[in-house]
Every structure is written in C-alpha cells, then in structure tokens.
C-alpha cells in the first residue's frame, strides 16, 4: 500500500524542543530549512544569540521533501541572464552557481555530515533533437565564463546511463551528487545547535513588528521575542498573513515525488547503469535517480502546477515512471508525496531586505545546493550589512499587478501545461516520424 509521505522520513530521528521560548535574542530566523539552518550555524559561530522558528515540525517543508539532488543548475541561460542582467552580473550568476554546489558538498565533507553523499554526476536528456544543440551552444558560452566540469554525451553513448529509447543525447554535470535529504537536514541542524542556535517546531509566527526604536518584536501565538535583526526563510511556505511583501514575490509552486517498491539492486542497474542523477529538457521536466539504498528508483514530475493531494497526483507520476522505464508497468509504488518549492519570477534566487527584514529565498527548484549557500550568505550580509556578498542581491525580487499573494491563476497554468504537454508529444511523434 503508498504511503503519502516522504520515503527520505522512514525510520529517521525527529527532533523537538521542548524549552520555553526566550524573550531575547540577536536574530530571529523563520524557517528551520536548509537556509534557516545554514544561517543559523553562521550567525552563531560569529557569536550571535540565534533563535529559529518553524510553524510546523522541524524539518516538515521541501527540505526534506526533494529529490536529495545535490547541482549547481538553475532556470535562467546565460544568454537570458546577458539580456536581463548585463554580461558581468550573468557571469557571476553562473560563478555562484558553481560555487553553491562547492560551498554545500565541503560543508557536508568537512563536517562528516552522514547523508549518504555521494558525487555521482548529473545526466540532462535532451527531449529533442535541438535540446542536444542547445545544450551545447550553452556549455561552450559557460567554460568561456568559469571552469565548468561537464560534457555532451552522444545519443550512441546513452546506454551507458540509461536503458531507454526516449532521449537524444544530454549534458552531464560530472561534479553533480546526491543525498538522503532528511539526513542532509538532520545533520545540519545538529551543527546548528552545537554552534549554539536554538530552534523550535511547532512555533506559528504570527506577526513581526519593526519598533520605532531599533529591534523587532516577533509574536507568535502565545509568545513574543524581542531582537535586533530578522530573517525570512520560508521560501515557498511564505504566507500573505506573515509577508504581503514576500508572498507576493514567491510562488509556491507544488513538486511531487514517488519511489518504488524494493526492485532489487540488479534491476535498478540495469535501468540506470551509471547511478546518475538524471533531468529532461522537457517541460513536463521529469526527474529521477537510484535511492541510496540502491533498490529503488525515486521519480519527480509536474503533476499541476497548482496545489493537488499526492494520492491525486500519484496516476500520472506512475504514467511518467512506466514511460521511461516501460518493464516497470505493473511495480508497485511505495511512497509518493508533495511538498511547496518557492519561484520567483525572475526564476533566479534572492537575498534582500525589505524595511529591515532580511530574506533569502526563491529557488526554483534548485534548493539542496543553493539554499545552504544562501542562508550562509544571508547570515554574512547580516553581519555586514553595507558589503555586497553575492550577485543574488542583484537578482531582485519582482511581482506582478495580479498576484496578491494567493497564486489563484495557477491553475490556469496547469491547464496551459496539460495543453503544451500534448503539443509537445504531437511535435516529437511528427519528429520522430521523419527521422
């Protein structure tokens, strides 16, 4: 029988603070994520009195919730970063992207953080043809920006990776790795609380108030903390009654995961030679990898764009699944969830301060590597308030006239993707056809 939560929560210690709240802190973080946790360990190695604060159990949100797929990718090209930005702030872009997956693999490496991290490389699969021109047009223009490890892999090449018929060709990403999220999440926060943060579950903020005098008073339902800076890490669990600001700036946009039942180490081999990481260029962006344990293969894709249950999601994350793998049809699903990534409408992440609240966010789906990087960041800025410490400052945080911090038209946009979907399909059959 499916289990609706995350497979990465089976068996995994939870913990809980059971301590009255202080009256008193330097800092303030809402959300106990990769970010808040990241900032955490920052701020308090500096010395700082850090407390964090989640409105749910520690660990409830997409952090634990992914794929564990450790990159350096994000949604924008270095052309569309040349056109929005400038070609200096586009380079950088792609230097800290580079740099967000080296801050995240030494963090785990140095600190012997057991999350069963592994560097096995990333595979995109180019959906079609022109995908795998694309590609390689981008990845000439990123090694003339950084030294960047990755290569083309041929259409007659693939077999090594994957055993299927559906892709022509991808761009592997050498450097790429994976995790056991909830793991990577746990050791993290044990770092956090040797550095001397406290962090409390369970603890709904309700308001914070900026004091005409310097500080912040952050109330939640039965308490109030008085401190000097704060900080927003809620990504795409921000709500319109904590934020209007940032809720109108982060779409929470829903990401939904299945794992098979145990298949056996020999058959996920046999369907994933090379234990990569894998990505598609398609839209539908399917995502999928060996679980750690080697038995099982976990599978990402958009189901809506909106917010439905996982038990209504499940048909077409089983449809997905048996279209890559077509001899999985008939194995059984062992566990399929849900869970809220944060988007901005540049696509590209955030660290800012809005009327002396500090925020970093806006992942894009790109979180494992990004989010302990710029809650680390987020933590240097707050410490350093006039010094520019990332290019993710010069991303800003845009919205749009109709979005009040209720993403009422996404499902518009589900249908507009269900309807993309089938062109999309029409267009690789006729494709296919003349090949």
């Not at 259409?155 to 022509?168: A, G, H, N, R, V």
Request: one cysteine or more; a positive charge.
């Amino acid at each position: 029988m499916t289990k609706y939560t995350p497979f990465w929560w089976d068996g995994q210690p939870q913990f809980k603070n059971t301590e009255a709240l202080p009256l008193n802190a330097d800092i303030v973080i809402i959300g106990a994520g990769y970010t808040g946790l990241s900032a955490a360990l920052t701020l308090s190695k500096f010395g700082k009195n850090v407390i964090v604060l989640d409105s749910e159990m520690i660990g409830f949100g997409a952090s634990t919730r992914n794929g564990g797929m450790l990159g350096s990718g994000h949604k924008v090209s270095t052309d569309q970063a040349k056109k929005k930005y400038g070609e200096v702030i586009a380079a950088e872009i792609h230097k800290e992207a580079n740099a967000s997956l080296a801050f995240t693999s030494n963090l785990i490496e140095e600190n012997n953080i057991d999350c069963e991290f592994n560097v096995c490389g990333r595979l995109r699969t180019s959906w079609l043809p022109i995908d795998q021109v694309s590609m390689a047009d981008n990845l000439q223009k990123l090694k003339a920006i950084d030294d960047f490890n990755s290569k083309m892999i041929g259409p007659d090449m693939m077999s090594k990776s994957i055993k299927t018929e559906l892709y022509f060709g991808g761009q592997f990403y050498q450097d790429h790795g994976s995790v056991q999220p909830r793991k990577f999440h746990y050791g993290l926060l044990k770092l956090a609380l040797e550095a001397g943060a406290m962090v409390f579950g369970n603890r709904h903020v309700v308001k914070v108030n900026k004091l005409k005098k310097n500080g912040f008073d952050v109330l939640t339902s039965n308490s109030k903390i008085h401190c000097k800076q704060v900080l927003m890490a809620t990504n795409g669990y921000t709500r319109p009654s904590l934020s209007k600001y940032l809720a109108r700036r982060v779409l929470p946009v829903p990401s939904f995961v299945i794992t098979t039942v145990d298949i056996g180490k020999d058959k996920v081999q046999t369907l994933l030679p090379g234990g990569h990481c894998m990505v598609e260029t398609r839209k539908r962006y399917c995502y999928y990898r060996p679980t750690p344990c080697g038995t099982r293969i976990m599978l990402g894709t958009r189901a809506a764009m909106h917010s439905i249950s996982a038990e209504e999601a499940l048909p077409t994350l089983r449809k997905m699944l048996i279209e890559i793998f077509p001899s999985l049809e008939g194995v059984e699903i062992s566990h399929c969830w849900t869970g809220f990534t944060g988007f901005t409408f540049s696509q590209l992440p955030n660290l800012s301060v809005n009327k002396g609240v500090y925020s970093a966010l806006g992942y894009c789906g790109n979180g494992v590597a990004m989010a302990p990087y710029l809650g680390h960041m987020a933590a240097l800025k707050m410490l350093n308030p006039d010094q520019k410490v990332t290019v993710f400052e010069e991303t800003p945080l845009q919205t749009r006239p109709y979005y009040y911090g209720k993403p009422w038209f996404l499902p518009i946009a589900s249908a507009y993707f269900r309807a993309f979907d089938l062109l999309d399909y029409y267009r690789r059959t006729k494709l296919i056809k003349k090949i």
